[in-house]
Nanobody, 120 residues
Framework: VQLVESGGDSVQAGGSLRLSCATS????????MSWYRQAPGKRVVEREL???????????EYVDSVKGRFTISRDNAKRTMYLEMSSLKPEDTGVYYC???????????WGQGTQVTVSS
């Protein structure tokens, strides 16, 4: 199983970024997927759920702080998940991780993360 994030960058506040999570090694279309972020100085256990999308892409959820600014999506044919981020704020700074949600007894997986830095 591999989850590979890309698209992180340093941007000014108000800017936009598109993150991608390319996957392999499992049936992507069967799994709910999520984006988490780890803010500077926070521990791994303090990673924050940013957005989640069901396997069929029909249902999404967001943390309140990103509602209206971020959009999660997926392309099951390409085995890839996306996070469109706009109106970025300095508090959006952190490492963004792709996460395969649990399903039954299957283990969960994390990507290696991609850095997003928003300066004021």
């Amino acid at each position: 199983v591999q989850l590979v994030e890309s698209g992180g960058d340093s941007v000014q506040a108000g800017g936009s970024l598109r993150l991608s999570c390319a996957t392999s090694g499992f049936r992507f279309s069967l799994f709910t997927m999520s984006w988490y972020r780890q803010a500077p100085g926070k521990r791994v256990v303090e990673r924050e759920l940013v957005a989640r999308i069901t396997s069929d892409g029909l249902s999404t959820e967001y943390v309140d702080s990103v509602k209206g600014r971020f959009t999660i999506s997926r392309d099951n044919a390409k085995r890839t998940m996306y996070l469109e981020m706009s109106s970025l704020k300095p508090e959006d700074t952190g490492v963004y991780y792709c996460y395969r949600d649990p399903m039954g007894p299957t283990p969960t997986y994390w990507g290696q993360g991609t850095q997003v830095t928003v300066s004021s």
